[in-house]
């Protein structure tokens, strides 16, 4: 089949590669031209496509980028993978609007579009459907197909990699979730077919949710912890000798990337526009996570205090500025806004990340350095945000004069755990 996987990132780039892998006939549409020029080149950018897998397909024929708005014309099947961030507080689907406006254009009888992209229960039908009317003239379900399928990509994981992942798959009707079961079919091992739109939307959020409340929970028990003198880290790792009812979560800087800082507030903010109530549990999680950035600060300047320094002056070493080990996923990261704090206090701040190079949206007067021994040595605190396999502890525990250290990596009598 023709296919054209709108939006080159994350979640689009490995769905793409893999549809050329199995035969499909693969345009990866984009409209930012630097990305298309470098996937042109055989470059990828994500660290869950090999360059070498990327070129292959390249090499066949089996796919190609393309930022020009004729480039999905003829396409049998189209999913959209293009970002949905908030803007003060709402969601803002532009980006799947103009993107269902482009594809309307090109949309033939029989053909089908699948949204990918998160967002909140009822998008599909209320939203992408009659976009796609509109611009192409036909009736959804008599004369094209449509539907949800949400993205679990996690970056970074070799176990669960796209075509390992079990893939919930929606139609706004029979046919329609018919053929959009049948394509995923053959790209993943697993599809778990739904009975709406609705319900798969609903499911991306309930994921996300679930980690994001659970993990502010670990987050607000690690601060009382430390106030009542227990090491909470110690306390976790026999909660999960528990075989039963327990699940491992662990506290950490701040939440990162698309899932947690931003997917959860889809459902808060159209559970208080539908039903005009509060979503609690998403907006505490929210408050306690958007806030550990501060927690961390407060730390450092006790440890400062302890120690007869001031972080106004001194020097900081960030290490880590992904928002998860081993990838160059920085979108939301906790360490921006870390970085951003103690600059404001007046610290020289330097940031060390094997994985993120070149512009993170960080403050212009972040330093990105790498993580030498001499950097280490003349910083006057080292701050492990993102415990990446790459660092060298041991230079860290023998170099670093103190160590506020987020992710209980590190053992040693200079080193702080979160």
Same mark, same amino acid.
């Given at each position: 089949?023709?296919? &054209?996987?709108?939006?080159? @990132?994350?979640?689009?780039?490995?769905?793409?590669?893999?549809?050329?892998?199995?035969?499909?006939?693969?345009?990866?549409?984009?409209? +930012?031209?630097?990305?298309?020029?470098?996937?042109?080149?055989?470059?990828?950018?994500?660290?869950?496509?090999?360059?070498? /897998?990327?070129?292959?397909?390249?090499?066949?024929?089996?796919?190609?980028?393309?930022?020009?708005?004729?480039?999905?014309?003829?396409?049998?099947?189209?999913?959209?993978? $293009?970002?949905?961030?908030?803007?003060?507080?709402?969601?803002?689907?532009?980006?799947?609007?103009?993107?269902?406006?482009?594809?309307?254009?090109?949309?033939?009888?029989?053909?089908?579009?699948?949204?990918?992209?998160?967002?909140?229960?009822?998008?599909?039908?209320?939203?992408?459907?009659?976009?796609?009317?509109?611009?192409?003239?036909?009736?959804?379900?008599?004369?094209?197909?449509?539907?949800?399928?949400?993205?679990?990509?996690?970056?970074?994981?070799?176990?669960?990699?796209?075509? !390992?992942?079990?893939?919930?798959?929606? @139609?706004?009707?029979?046919?329609?979730?018919?053929?959009? !079961?049948?394509?995923?079919?053959?790209?993943?091992?697993?599809?778990?077919?739904?009975?709406?739109?609705? $319900?798969? %939307?609903?499911?991306?959020?309930? %994921?996300?949710?679930?980690?994001?409340?659970?993990?502010?929970?670990?987050?607000?028990?690690?601060?009382?912890?430390?106030?009542?003198?227990?090491?909470?880290?110690?306390?976790? +790792? *026999?909660? *999960?000798?528990?075989?039963?009812?327990?699940?491992?979560?662990?506290?950490?800087?701040?939440?990162?990337?698309?899932?947690?800082?931003? +997917?959860?507030?889809?459902?808060?903010?159209? &559970? %208080?526009?539908?039903?005009?109530?509060?979503? /609690?549990?998403?907006?505490?999680?929210?408050?306690?996570?958007?806030?550990?950035?501060?927690?961390?600060?407060?730390?450092?300047?006790?440890?400062?205090?302890? /120690?007869?320094?001031?972080?106004?002056?001194?020097?900081?070493?960030?290490? @880590?500025?992904?928002? !998860?080990?081993?990838?160059?996923?920085?979108?939301?990261?906790?360490?921006?806004?870390?970085?951003?704090?103690?600059?404001?206090?007046?610290?020289?701040?330097?940031? *060390?990340?094997?994985?993120?190079?070149? +512009?993170?949206?960080?403050?212009?007067?972040?330093?990105?350095? %790498?993580?030498? $021994?001499?950097?280490?040595?003349?910083?006057?605190?080292?701050?492990?945000?993102?415990?990446?396999?790459?660092?060298?502890?041991?230079?860290?525990?023998?170099?670093?004069?103190?160590?506020?250290?987020?992710?209980? /990596?590190?053992?040693? *009598?200079?080193?702080?755990?979160?």
């Amino acid at each position: 089949m023709h296919v &054209v996987v709108a939006g080159q @990132g994350y979640v689009g780039l490995p769905l793409a590669v893999r549809a050329a892998e199995v035969g499909h006939r693969v345009i990866g549409y984009d409209v +930012d031209r630097h990305r298309v020029k470098q996937l042109a080149t055989g470059e990828s950018y994500v660290e869950d496509v090999a360059s070498a /897998r990327l070129r292959a397909v390249l090499d066949s024929g089996a796919y190609s980028a393309s930022s020009e708005a004729g480039a999905p014309a003829g396409f049998d099947i189209a999913v959209i993978t $293009v970002p949905t961030p908030l803007r003060d507080g709402a969601p803002d689907l532009a980006c799947v609007e103009t993107c269902a406006s482009t594809l309307g254009a090109h949309l033939r009888p029989g053909a089908t579009v699948v949204l990918e992209s998160t967002t909140y229960p009822g998008t599909t039908e209320e939203l992408l459907l009659p976009i796609l009317e509109k611009a192409s003239g036909l009736i959804a379900g008599a004369d094209f197909h449509v539907g949800f399928s949400p993205e679990r990509i996690d970056p970074g994981n070799k176990k669960w990699p796209f075509d !390992k992942t079990p893939k919930v798959v929606a @139609g706004i009707d029979a046919a329609s979730l018919d053929v959009i !079961k049948g394509f995923y079919d053959g790209l993943v091992q697993t599809t778990v077919p739904v009975s709406s739109t609705k $319900v798969a %939307e609903l499911t991306k959020l309930i %994921e996300n949710i679930f980690r994001h409340v659970n993990i502010a929970l670990v987050n607000e028990i690690a601060m009382l912890a430390k106030s009542l003198g227990v090491n909470i880290w110690e306390a976790i +790792d *026999a909660a *999960a000798s528990k075989p039963f009812g327990y699940m491992r979560f662990t506290p950490g800087p701040g939440v990162g990337g698309h899932c947690l800082p931003i +997917d959860p507030l889809f459902l808060s903010w159209k &559970v %208080e526009r539908a039903v005009g109530v509060p979503f /609690r549990f998403v907006e505490l999680a929210n408050d306690v996570n958007r806030h550990m950035p501060d927690y961390v600060i407060r730390r450092l300047i006790e440890a400062f205090n302890t /120690r007869h320094k001031t972080v106004n002056g001194s020097r900081v070493l960030l290490l @880590g500025l992904a928002y !998860k080990p081993n990838t160059s996923d920085a979108r939301e990261s906790p360490s921006t806004r870390i970085a951003e704090l103690l600059l404001d206090l007046g610290a020289e701040v330097r940031g *060390a990340d094997p994985h993120v190079v070149g +512009d993170i949206h960080a403050d212009a007067r972040l330093i990105q350095v %790498e993580a030498t $021994v001499q950097e280490i040595a003349a910083a006057d605190a080292v701050v492990l945000l993102t415990d990446h396999a790459g660092f060298d502890y041991e230079a860290v525990l023998e170099h670093a004069p103190y160590v506020l250290d987020c992710r209980n /990596r590190l053992p040693g *009598a200079n080193v702080d755990v979160l």
